[in-house]
């Protein structure tokens, strides 16, 4: 099963097993990772399972869809490599992927 790496803010890190297909998100929720709110349950409308992905990774990943960067524009400190969990499914391919959690989300 692929793993990835999650890095709270305050450098505690968690390595998840994520089953292919499902959202990075419910990965995270899965694991009880700290830092993933998920308040509308991955549906992209609040920007509570906010994360960056490590800089390494960005290129890898699909572009964000245009509802997705528009919730982003909500999220607090976002940055180039901000993506929201809730909208990336695991694959194999992003085996080893690591996501850092913001400082607004503890």
């Not at 993933?36 to 609040?46: F, K, R, T």
């Not at 699909?62 to 993506?83: G, H, I, Q, T, Y």
């Not at 690591?98 to 607004?104: D, G, I, Q």
Request: charged share 20%.
């Amino acid at each position: 099963m692929p793993q990835l790496t999650i890095i709270q803010f305050d450098g505690t890190t968690h390595q998840v097993e994520a089953e292919s297909g499902k959202t990075l998100m419910q990965a995270a929720i899965d694991a009880m990772v700290p830092g993933i709110l998920a308040d509308c349950g991955g549906a992209c409308s609040c920007a509570t399972c906010h994360c960056y992905v490590a800089e390494d990774w960005a290129g890898r990943l699909p572009m964000p869809d245009p509802a997705e960067v528009e919730m982003l524009d909500c999220a607090k400190d976002p940055r180039p490599n901000s993506r929201l969990s809730c909208q990336i499914r695991m694959s194999a391919a992003y085996d080893g992927l690591v996501l850092h959690l913001p400082e607004s989300q503890i």
